[in-house]
């Protein structure tokens, strides 16, 4: 286990902006952060990140907690990855309570793929330098496509030797078990029960997640084999999943939100040319067909991407299938076509990292642009492939979500083919409608049917269940905001424990909350959100994050210049402490009102009948003192 000091080290210096910013892009919203959701899908942003008090709140998919928690719900990181990923991002000396041999039999399976792969990764840049084989083959690899050290160091490309069984063996002598080698794809098992390495005589290329750990990775053979595929890859397996995955987006990211554009190029060798040629946001599909997970994972760092194909027949096929992915993802999708016969590694090379952004500056076209450029020969003198050209530009406009951007490029359309704008909206809707309908007919709706029970609640009757849990929600708000906070003439934990010592909350989240602080209180000792953030269940940690964000902030010009001031909570938190009590009893009564005339209902004898009567009328005369000091009308 990861010491106490080393846990305590970790949380001092780690700023929560800082580590979500590694992830997803953050706007400031006044003193806090927010973005679009980096859980689900939206088009709205509603993830807020509060640094004054370390936390994330992620409103739509209910996430939230620390820096800690988010690298565990991002990355799918244990508590105990989380931070050892933080704590080599800050440099803190990690000091453990057990010897290493004991942690690593306690690891999960998750955790010693990822350890089983950093190994082949170090073992495989050590043969690329260091082995004879590796540097008269695999380092003249690279050294001819033009890559110097520094981009062999950052992207940590390797060797694997030609050899059967060496990464095995070798992986085995240091006490990595077979299950492992062959889970992470390292090494295949033959139907006959033997062994041997996936990658053998070929340049390996490391895939990073965006912590930085290596889930996979690709190989190029340098031999002129007939029976063999140019590369070979790792299969997906408990930690890689490659239609999630981006090759190097750990290295470009930082480039990609600060640029606010990504170019999107094909293979592993297009990336790490374009990054050496001072191009740094540039990503690849390393060879595959761009996926939506793919596209998603680009809308966090930026809404902007130009997809750059080579200029070849292949190349054209390629940017007509992945530019309507990418619009129905929501980008802004611009696209460059290289010149016949180069593609990004090529053409990198031939001009400086000035000259390269001037050229993609001048060529790079919007998609309506491209497109219609792209069919202008064939079309110029044929109505028929004209009509076609245009259903096939419309179809792209068809995909994007956005119904404002539909119409803009409606409008360019219209412009630059001198086609009414009415005729390409009555084909557009066309498309739309027939599309909805495809979507019906493939997932008819469900829901639409509802079965009410015999017996509908009547309209007016009160939730006071529910209403007690709202009370029981801004009690605890209250207590993990303000505790420290003077109400008459105590701390407002003080009067709130006092006021509700009795209290049993009918919500077990803020239940568990309010006794912990009941107990920390009665034992002397302060409790605060990070005793909560770090000790507390998940249920737990979201609750407090979620009551320690708030969504919106009062705009500073309200008082600077119209002159118009709120009062801060604080300002006015013992007038909140003390209606929250009274509002909490006043609702507590009323659900026991409505409990008690059920009994009432279902009373069998004379005794018990006038027993709840009194108790009835008990619960009311206090619900009616309570109620004329709030200022509430109440049915007599």
Not at 342 to 367: A, G, H, I, R, V
Request: charged share 30%; aromatic share 10%.
């Amino acid at each position: 286990m990861i010491s106490r000091d080393t846990i305590d080290e970790i949380k001092s210096r780690m700023d929560i902006v800082d580590v979500i910013s590694d992830f997803i892009s953050l706007k400031r919203s006044g003193q806090n952060y927010k973005a679009l959701s980096p859980f689900n899908n939206e088009k709205t942003p509603s993830f807020y990140v509060v640094p004054s008090k370390g936390i994330f709140k992620d409103f739509s998919s209910g996430k939230g907690g620390d820096a800690i928690t988010f690298v565990m719900e991002h990355e799918g990181m244990s508590y105990t990855e989380a931070l050892r990923f933080l704590a080599k991002k800050y440099g803190v000396e990690i000091k453990e309570t057990v010897v290493a041999k004991e942690e690593q039999e306690a690891l999960s399976a998750r955790d010693s793929l990822y350890i089983v792969m950093n190994f082949a990764k170090d073992h495989y840049k050590d043969l690329l330098v260091n082995h004879e084989e590796g540097q008269s083959i695999g380092l003249s690899y690279f050294r001819e496509r033009g890559f110097h050290d520094r981009s062999i160091e950052k992207f940590e490309l390797g060797y694997a030797l030609n050899e059967w069984n060496h990464l095995e063996e070798l992986a085995l002598s240091k006490g990595y078990s077979q299950e492992v080698l062959e889970k992470s794809g390292l090494v295949i098992r033959k139907d006959e029960g033997k062994h041997y390495d996936r990658f053998r005589g070929r340049v390996i290329f490391p895939v990073h997640n965006l912590a930085g750990k290596i889930i996979a990775f690709g190989a190029r053979i340098l031999t002129k084999e007939k029976d063999q595929p140019k590369y070979i890859n790792s299969p997906e397996t408990e930690i890689y999943h490659k239609s999630n995955v981006l090759y190097g987006m750990y290295q470009a990211k930082n480039a990609i939100r600060k640029e606010d554009f990504c170019f999107l190029v094909e293979g592993y060798t297009d990336v790490i040319s374009m990054h050496q040629a001072g191009i740094e946001n540039a990503v690849a599909s390393s060879g595959t067909a761009l996926t939506e997970e793919q596209i998603k994972l680009i809308k966090r760092f930026t809404d902007n991407v130009t997809v750059l194909f080579d200029g070849d027949a292949a190349g054209i096929k390629a940017a007509l299938r992945g530019i309507d992915l990418v619009l129905k993802g929501g980008l802004n999708v611009r696209v460059l076509l290289l010149p016949d016969g180069d593609d990004p590694d090529s053409f990198s090379k031939k001009y400086s990292s000035t000259e390269l952004k001037e050229y993609f500056q001048k060529n790079t076209k919007d998609f309506i642009s491209f497109k219609i450029d792209l069919y202008a020969a064939d079309a110029s003198r044929d109505p028929i492939k004209k009509a076609e050209a245009i259903r096939e530009i419309i179809s792209s406009i068809a995909v994007i979500p956005d119904p404002i951007k539909r119409s803009v490029y409606i409008q360019e359309t219209s412009a630059l083919l001198k086609i009414q704008e009415t005729v390409l909206l009555t084909e557009l809707n066309k498309m739309l409608i027939g599309e909805r309908k495809k979507l019906q007919q493939e997932q008819p709706q469900e829901g639409l049917s509802v079965d009410f029970p015999v017996e509908p609640p009547a309209s007016t009757r009160l939730d006071t269940a529910g209403m007690v849990q709202m009370q029981e929600r801004e009690t605890i708000r209250l207590l993990l905001n303000y505790s420290e906070s003077a109400v008459e003439e105590q701390k407002l934990i003080h009067y709130m424990l006092q006021e509700m010592d009795e209290v049993a909350f009918t919500n077990p989240v803020f239940n568990e909350i309010f006794e912990t602080f009941k107990r920390m209180s009665n034992a002397g000792q302060e409790v605060d959100e990070l005793y909560f953030l770090e000790n507390g269940s998940q249920e737990v940690k979201t609750t407090v994050a979620d009551l320690m964000t708030s969504r919106y902030h009062t705009s500073p010009h309200w008082s600077e210049k119209y002159h118009i001031y709120f009062p801060h909570e604080k300002e006015v938190i013992h007038d909140m402490a003390y209606s929250n009590v009274l509002r909490y009893k006043f609702r507590a009564i009323q659900k026991l009102m409505e409990e008690n005339l059920q009994k009432i209902k279902l009373a069998v004898s004379e005794e018990d009948l006038d027993n709840y009567l009194t108790i009835h009328e008990q619960l009311k005369n206090a619900e009616r003192e309570i109620a004329a000091t709030l200022g509430i009308v109440v049915a007599k």
